[in-house]
């Protein structure tokens, strides 16, 4: 071993290898955080196992947990449309119909415009998209542009008090006309 060597690895080597460490736990304490901050909004866009007997997703809350009908039903009124993470983990409205019932469809609630998340307007009794004024009447049919069409349906069903989404195939009930989604 030279003398320079021998002075590198006895002297700069040490400083460097704890600073090195150092950066290290920095990075990895930062990486840490910022992983498990953005766990949930990952998991939110994560696709969805499927559950059930006949199919379909399993509809999730924000946290990532299926919700149940008789839960979902505790918490949510008679007109209430709320998001759960639907099919590809795309946010789907689940509607309370006004006998108390989950209705047999839902809706995607991605603005067939630029597809920015439409919130439901309860006061106004429709989803306004905020970003260019679209709106959609109660069962999703788009009643002002830009947007050039209907939210896309999907299916809601109940099976052993899991609520499934599925994919939506058939004609679309408020158009007549087939899904511009399948
Ligand atoms: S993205 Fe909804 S109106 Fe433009």
Known sequence: ?????????????????RRQFMNLLTFGTATGVALGALYPVANYFMPLRTGGSGGGTS??????????K???????????????QGLKGDPTYIIVQNDGAISNFGLNAICTHLGCVVPWDSGANKFICPCHGSQYDTNGAVVRGPAPLSLALAHVDIEDDSVLVKQWNETDFRTNEKPWWA
């Open 1 to 17: 071993m030279t003398e320079l060597s021998s002075k590198i690895s006895s002297q700069d080597v040490p400083s460097m290898g």
């Open 59 to 68: 509809a999730k809350d924000e946290l990532g947990n299926p919700i149940t």
């Open 70 to 84: 008789t839960g979902w039903l505790s918490d949510h009124q008679p007109g209430d449309r709320s998001l759960v």
